[in-house]
Each structure stands twice: as structure tokens, then as C-alpha cells.
């Protein structure tokens, strides 16, 4: 009996990806496709390949990833291991250092990548074509269906904004007067050339298409390198961009463990790399790769509620989001909640609890931790309650009848209070502000006079990613945001810290290694630099003689 209840969650949970929710009927596995999202298991593996000057390979190395549901290993991945990295040196080192298209070289790519867009466009709002994206990311990153199908979403409409003329609008240039006739400066958006992307697992699709995209845009050939857990999406995500016109020779896609990558990038030597993942990798590749980085590294994000109380079934439930969706495995999620004393004696805190025990596993509305072992989180959280005065608000305790394997974290969504007092004390600030990847989170509530405190905190944070100041005072939000630094920063009654689309910059600030994703803004600064131009072409004046020495 026993073994029966630990089954009959993930069996639900994996019943429920394939149910009729959100569906009105069954939907076809596309053409471009090589694995059937739904029937990918323990008996039916399904295998990812490497791309690599122009061909889809396959090595004798194959690891195998585990269905973070019940155990099972359902998915082989072609490794690369040291002794094959020869042709993906060569396949980067082909490609000059200036791209393989800018304004001045094969400016019709411009054109078709908008025109790729647009057909990849079309094919994402396609209900079998999104579908099966939605249903993949499930399978390796559990999520929801919303949040699975916001991914999806959100992936769609960045195509649809680079459509026509959007991508060669990107490499617009400006031109100032010269100190004489024919005499112009103008400035440009120029490519790197070879350049590299490192991705992580917790938005298989979102992350890596829209850097990937980025980087083509502008004129720059790419090595693409996503977490081995979930890579499976992007190779069919690089399919699907092939079937849409996406030449084979210009994105070369590699699985490897990270000791291998590490020696591909000291060998290839990319112009540039932008890494998405923890602070300590990004800060290694930072030296390594001698300054030539663009990081969206942790985010130990914060939000602040002011004074005044307001909207508390609102509030709460962005605050359940914010730090509990998608299993709090965002780097945008809220890791701590600075909350004004008069929401500590609202209903806030007990409508939070009842929203965090309303997730469970058979809806992937909480579900495994693919970095975190439960062992870990709850021993982090043992030792935030041995700070004076603090306490366990709910949580704090595993999943129950589950199958998920040990390799992986699963726990209740957990909120440990902290004093704000202790917070700022010396043995307790790196312990209170240590990202945990998983759905967990410290709260701490200020008094009227406090504010500075917790201004103080956010100061000494070293991650400066999303933020939240929720409040309508506009004196309050000058206050928090003229003495904050975050990247992305929400502000006002209905801020939060997660789910921002495509529409605004999304990245951290205060590190000029710091990448942004999404927009043109963000494509610009991530993967061109500028490059001067300056025309003098005279005429030489009339009777001009040669000066005297100077």
C-alpha cells in the first residue's frame, strides 16, 4: 500500500500533462518533431544530438537524465567529451570577427532573419506546434500548465516583434556632421563573431531562444550549450528554426558536462559569452574568459510592502507567485518579503499560507527542485530558525506520496521569518540572504522608522536582479527605488518580481558585465558593440599647401 500511495502522485501528475486541461482535442506531434512529448518514458527513451558544422551528430557517450516525476530514465543525451571538441573549434573558428553579416557585409541575412521570425512566429501560435513545446517543458522541468504555457507564450510574441523589417531596425546607425565638406562620423551596431551561449534549465525554451535569437540577429555565429536536463527542448526548438529557413552551418548546439565546456572555451576562444546560471560559474568564466562575458547570474531578489494596507487578497496572491510558481525555480522568484508592520497584523501572512497549501503535485503547481536536494533546503531552513526570535510561518516539510527521486528537492512552499534586527547582525546577513533555488522564501516585517534598516540590507546584497516595491505613496517608491539598484524593478500596488514578458528589459543592473534578454535595447548591448565610421572624402581645399611641422 504504501508503495502504491509514493506512486499515485507522479502517475497523476504525469496523466494530468497529457489530460484534456486547456485542451479540446488531441493534438498531432509536428513534422519538424523527433520525439513524441507525451510519450517519452522509461521504456520509450528519447535521444538528443549535438549540431555541429552543419550536421546533426551523435557520440558513444551517452548520459541519461531522470524523470524528475518518478525516477525513470527517459532521456539519453549524446555527451561530448574532451576528445570530441576538434569540430566545434573549427565550426567557431571559421567565423570572423566581424559576424557573419553586419551593415556593411550581407545585409540581406538581416531581411531573412526577419522573415525566419515571422514564419517561426506563425508556427508557435499553431496549437499543435505550441502544444508539444508546452508539453516537453513539462516533462523536464515540471511546471503548470500556465507557467509552461506562458513560456511558450511569451517565446511566440518575441518572434512576433522581430517580424519584417524589425531585425535590420536593430543595426540602425546615426551619422553626425564632420568638422568640413564630406567629412561624416557615423556610428554602428557591429557583431563579435563567434560567440557562445550558456543557458540553464529552468525555462528550457524562453531563455535560450530569445539569447540565441539575439545573438543571429546581429550578425554573430553561435554556440549554444543548455543545461543536459532539459536540452531536449532547445534541439527541437532548432529544428523547428531549420524547417523555417534557419541555414544548419549557423548555430552549432553541444551537450557536455561543464569541465568539457570550460576546456571548449579556453580552446575556441568565443569573442564573447553570455552565461545564465549561478554567481560562482559566472565569476569563473568571468576570469577565464578575460573579461569577455555578459552574466545574468543569481538573483536573491527582495520586495518591499509599504505603509499602507490594501487589496490583501491581491497582494497575497502575487506574493504566492512571486515566490512559489513554477516551484520558486526562477531567478526572478522572491526570496525575501520586507513587509511594513501594518501588513504583519493584516490577514497577509495567513492568506499567503493558505495559497502555498492549496499547490499540489498532481497540477505541478509545486513539484521537484532539479538543483536543490530536500535535505538541503530543509537544513538551510533548521538553521535560519536557530536566529533569535525567528520562526517557521508554513511549510517546512517534504512532499508526501511522491516518487521523485532523490537527486531532486521536494518540499512544501516554505516561509521562515526572520527580525529584521537579526538580519543586518554579522554571522547572520550571508546565511538569511542565500539563494535557495526551490519554493522558499524569509519574511521579516520594519517598523515606521526601520526603513533605512532594510535599505541597508538591500545595499549589501550582492544580486541586483528583479525587485518589487508595493506601494502607491509616490514619496515611498522614491525613497526605495533612488536607494536601490535592482535591474528590473517593479513599482506600485500591483508590483511583483516575476513573470515579466517580452516586452521590457529583463536583467540585472549595477555590474557592467550584466545581460539583459528581450528586447531591442537588451540585443543591442548583449551582442554587438559600437563601431565609429568616420567618411572624409573631400574635396582637399583649393591651392592647399603642406603646413609646417607640428
Not at 488531441?26 to 513534422?31: C, D, E, I, K, V
Not at 576528445?83 to 573549427?90: A, H, I, K, N, W
Not at 549595477?510 to 558593440?529: F, Q
Request: charged fraction near 20%; include cysteine; aromatic fraction near 8%.
Amino acid at each position: 500500500m504504501q508503495r502504491l500511495a509514493r506512486s499515485r502522485a507522479p502517475k497523476q501528475a504525469v496523466n494530468w500533462l497529457c489530460s484534456s486541461l486547456n485542451q479540446s482535442r488531441s493534438f498531432q506531434t509536428p513534422s519538424f518533431a523527433t520525439v513524441d512529448a507525451e510519450g517519452i518514458s522509461g521504456s520509450q527513451p528519447a535521444e538528443v544530438s549535438n549540431l555541429v558544422q552543419g550536421s546533426w551528430t551523435k557520440t558513444s557517450n551517452w548520459s541519461t537524465v531522470l524523470d524528475p516525476l518518478n525516477g525513470e530514465p527517459f532521456i539519453r543525451v549524446a555527451d561530448v567529451d574532451e576528445t570530441g571538441l576538434q569540430p566545434f573549434v573549427e565550426s567557431l573558428s571559421k567565423c570572423p570577427k566581424h559576424g557573419l553579416h553586419n551593415p556593411f557585409k550581407s545585409p540581406e541575412r538581416y531581411l531573412m532573419f526577419g522573415d525566419i521570425s515571422t514564419k517561426v512566429a506563425h508556427m508557435l501560435s499553431q496549437p499543435d506546434v505550441s502544444n508539444f513545446f508546452i508539453r516537453l517543458i513539462q516533462r523536464v522541468s515540471p511546471k503548470s500548465y500556465h507557467q509552461a504555457h506562458a513560456e511558450v507564450f511569451v517565446t511566440q510574441k518575441f518572434f512576433e516583434n522581430f517580424c519584417g523589417d524589425q531585425v535590420r531596425f536593430l543595426a540602425r546607425s546615426f551619422a553626425v556632421p564632420g568638422n568640413h565638406l564630406g567629412q561624416q562620423s557615423h556610428g554602428f551596431r557591429w557583431p563579435y563573431g563567434p560567440v557562445t551561449i550558456i543557458t540553464p534549465f529552468n525555462f528550457p525554451l524562453e531563455i535560450p531562444v530569445l539569447q540565441l535569437m539575439g545573438a543571429l540577429y546581429m550578425g554573430n555565429k553561435v554556440l549554444l550549450k543548455v543545461d543536459g536536463k532539459v536540452s531536449i527542448v532547445m534541439e527541437q526548438m532548432l529544428r523547428l528554426l531549420h524547417d523555417c529557413g534557419l541555414s544548419m552551418d549557423d548555430v552549432d548546439f553541444i551537450n557536455s558536462d561543464g569541465k568539457t565546456m570550460n576546456k571548449l572555451l579556453l580552446e575556441a576562444k568565443p569573442r564573447m559569452t553570455l552565461f545564465t546560471g549561478s554567481s560562482r560559474v559566472a565569476e569563473k568564466l568571468a576570469v577565464d574568459l578575460r573579461g569577455r562575458v555578459k552574466l545574468e547570474d543569481a538573483g536573491f531578489d527582495w520586495k518591499i510592502l509599504g505603509p499602507n494596507v490594501q487589496e490583501v487578497d491581491y497582494i497575497a496572491w502575487v506574493c504566492d507567485q512571486d515566490a512559489y510558481a513554477c516551484s520558486g525555480q526562477k531567478c526572478s522568484a522572491t526570496s525575501i518579503l520586507f513587509m511594513h508592520e501594518n501588513w504583519a497584523s493584516s490577514p497577509l501572512i495567513s492568506k499567503m499560507k493558505s495559497l502555498a497549501e492549496r499547490r499540489k503535485l498532481e497540477d505541478l503547481t509545486v513539484g521537484p527542485v532539479l538543483t536543490v536536494t530536500t535535505e538541503t533546503m530543509l537544513g538551510h531552513m533548521n538553521k535560519l530558525l536557530e536566529i533569535p526570535g525567528s520562526k517557521l510561518l508554513f511549510g517546512g516539510e517534504p512532499l508526501e506520496n511522491h516518487s521523485i527521486p532523490n537527486i531532486y528537492g521536494a518540499i512544501k512552499p516554505t516561509a521562515v521569518y526572520v527580525p529584521c534586527e537579526e538580519i543586518l547582525k554579522e554571522g547572520n546577513f550571508e546565511l538569511v540572504t542565500r539563494e535557495i533555488f526551490g519554493p522558499f522564501q524569509v519574511v521579516t516585517d520594519y517598523k515606521d522608522g526601520q526603513l533605512q534598516m532594510v535599505l541597508d540590507a538591500l545595499e549589501k546584497m550582492e544580486a541586483h536582479l528583479t525587485a518589487a516595491v508595493v506601494s502607491n505613496d509616490l514619496l515611498f517608491l522614491q525613497k526605495v527605488i533612488g536607494n536601490s539598484v535592482n535591474g528590473t524593478t517593479y513599482a506600485g500596488m500591483r508590483a511583483r518580481t516575476t513573470g515579466a514578458p517580452q516586452n521590457h528589459w529583463f536583467g540585472p543592473a549595477g555590474d557592467p558585465r550584466g545581460a539583459g534578454i528581450g528586447t531591442p535595447e537588451a540585443i543591442k548591448l548583449v551582442w554587438s558593440c559600437h563601431r565609429e565610421i568616420i567618411y572624409d572624402v573631400g574635396p582637399v581645399p583649393h591651392q592647399w599647401q603642406i603646413p609646417p611641422s607640428t
